[in-house]
């Protein structure tokens, strides 16, 4: 519900900060003394367009703060937590606020974080809605008309089938015609597709083959360049002129001499051991070098070749070489979709019209139970018109179905129809009910709506202009009926509602300096006076305080 409305500096109001409680709250108040700057105001906190001549005189900037309690088990709070919006969490207040600068710029709020407009509303009209004559405040979309029958007839699981059997029968559809499209493509290039995919296959391409080629050429290119300086390098050490035997010679005579001159020689013996040996090493570590080189030339031939053919497939089919697996991939499955496309294309169609038949026959299930519900709703709505001073009018759900155009919600399209006389053309309720009317027969739906489809806090605006007596004790009694299962405000001029509140708020506008429009809650002996003055007007007199006590008295029956 709306726990609190706090306004500044809009229109006539400086500052106002109103709290609202459950059931049925009235505002009431002499002739322009600002009701609807409220209403206007709640608005802009709902997300209504704004205006730079809302903000009060002399001031730069208006704003405007709804704080509202609901249930943590409502859908609003799916929404917030979709949007990152929850605040301290679900079940905790909601605050939507709203600044209306002067020059026309507004700016969003959610719990104190920055939203679009459109954010606002989409959250705003899950907390309130607000019914009134005017076109723009009253539930007169047609395009929820569905939404609420299937809501009263808790059509949850039908409407749900109709739209996973819709996703299937739109991805069988899909499937099918992106089949028709391989096979037609691939019928008009039947003959390149062959010539592609024989080539293909002849050259084979594989993931990863053209770095590991080029890394292989590379390196055999390389151990060409050296193999040369390598054998020679061997040849120094193994050749003919290898200085090898020479130092073995010169060494075996040192040693034979040593003996005649004792540790004379020994460093010189060793130090030409240590030399033959690291010799070895060299050497054997060149005949290695010389091993790891060595590679076939028709290898580096081949190799060349290969990348070359690769590169040249690449170019052709305009794909990089490592996408030519892949490629050839697809021009296979191309082909394979033409050879054996007639017969996967008759597949494909049974499963479209298999979708399309299990989505026909739950939407049809979906519209029977639509039509029961708009019966039940119909009935409802028109048991309470004869109170209402609609006795001779009749009030039906308007269903017309299109087996050719089922959307995901359905084959049916739902509007509300009203006829305001026997004898007249039956309507759309928008086109064919006046504002007097179109108040009433939304009250009366709302009250036939109440236990099934409602947003937490209901607003009506003056539904009760241009009626009096019975008719408007019969609004004032279903707005308290629907009081029971939401918040219920109503700006009213109607003595017969205003004495069946549970609470009242006096709306005047005063000043000595500069006019402002001001709300206050007024109780018992104040409220009788505020009631007497709506039976009586300017000048209350004994007989209207006394009439006030009985509709007060009848009120809280």
């Not at 991805?171 to 080539?199: F, G, H, I, N, T």
């Not at 947003?455 to 009096?468: H, Q, R, W, Y």
């Not at 004495?499 to 006019?515: M, P």
């Not at 009788?528 to 209350?540: D, F, N, Q, T, Y």
């Amino acid at each position: 519900m709306l726990s609190a409305l706090s306004i500044r500096d809009i229109v006539l109001i400086r500052s106002l900060d109103i709290d609202f409680g459950t059931g049925l709250g009235v505002l009431s108040g002499e002739t322009g003394a600002g009701k609807s700057i409220l209403l206007d105001s709640l608005s802009l906190a709902l997300g209504a367009r704004g205006d730079g001549d809302l903000v009060r005189m002399g001031a730069q900037q208006g704003q405007v703060s709804a704080i509202f309690d609901v249930s943590a088990d409502h859908s609003v709070f799916d929404l917030l937590e979709i949007q990152d919006l929850l605040g301290d969490g679900r079940g905790e207040s909601i605050i939507l606020r709203r600044t209306q600068n002067a020059d026309g710029r507004t700016k969003a709020y959610v719990n104190d974080r920055p939203v679009s407009v459109a954010t606002l509303k989409d959250v705003g009209r899950r907390l309130v809605e607000i019914h009134g004559q005017h076109e723009e405040r009253a539930m007169v979309d047609a395009s929820a008309h569905r939404e609420l029958v299937d809501a009263f007839g808790g059509l949850f699981v039908e409407v749900q089938a109709v739209r996973d059997a819709h996703a299937n029968w739109r991805e069988a559809a899909k499937a099918l015609d992106q089949l028709k499209a391989r096979v037609e493509k691939a019928a008009r290039d039947a003959e390149y597709l062959r010539s592609s995919v024989e080539e293909l296959t002849a050259l084979s391409p594989q993931e990863g083959e053209e770095e590991e080629l080029a890394g292989r050429r590379q390196t055999m290119m390389a151990a060409e360049k050296i193999a040369s300086d390598i054998n020679e390098a061997y040849d120094v050490l193994n050749g003919q002129a290898s200085p090898v035997p020479t130092l073995v010679g010169t060494m075996r005579k040192l040693e034979r001499k040593a003996d005649s001159a004792p540790g004379l020689l020994d460093g010189t013996i060793e130090a030409f051991g240590t030399a033959l040996d690291a010799l070895a090493t060299a050497e054997g570590a060149l005949e290695h070098a010389l091993r790891l080189s060595e590679f076939d030339p028709k290898e580096l031939e081949n190799a060349e070749e290969r990348l070359f053919a690769l590169r040249a497939a690449s170019r052709k089919y305009n794909v990089p070489v490592e996408g030519l697996a892949a490629h050839a991939q697809r021009l296979t499955q191309d082909l394979a979709d033409l050879d054996a496309g007639e017969e996967r294309l008759a597949e494909y169609e049974v499963k479209a019209k298999e979708a399309r038949k299990a989505l026909e026959e739950v939407a049809a299930a979906l519209s029977e139970k639509r039509k029961l519900a708009g019966e039940e709703l119909s009935s409802r709505v028109m048991a309470e018109l004869p109170a209402l001073k609609l006795n001779q009018a009749s009030f039906f759900v308007e269903q017309s179905i299109s087996v050719a155009d089922i959307s995901a919600d359905g084959a049916d399209t739902l509007e509300f129809f009203v006829q305001t006389n026997p004898g007249t053309r039956a309507g759309a309720m928008m086109k064919v009910a006046s504002g007097g009317e179109l108040s009433r027969f939304l009250l009366a739906l709302k009250v036939a709506l109440a236990d099934r489809v409602s947003a937490p806090t209901l607003v009506f605006d003056e539904i009760d202009t241009g009626v009096g007596g019975a008719v408007a004790d019969a609004i004032g009694a279903r707005l308290a009926q629907l009081a029971d299962h939401v918040q219920v405000l109503s700006v009213t001029h109607a003595p017969q509602v205003a004495a069946r509140a549970s609470a009242h708020f006096l709306i005047s506008k005063g000043g000595d300096e500069t006019v402002e429009t001001k709300v206050r809650s007024i109780y018992e002996d104040e409220r009788l006076e505020e009631v007497a003055r709506m039976l009586s007007g300017a000048e209350i007199t004994s007989e209207a305080r006394a009439a006030a006590a009985r509709l007060m008295s009848l009120g809280a029956q």
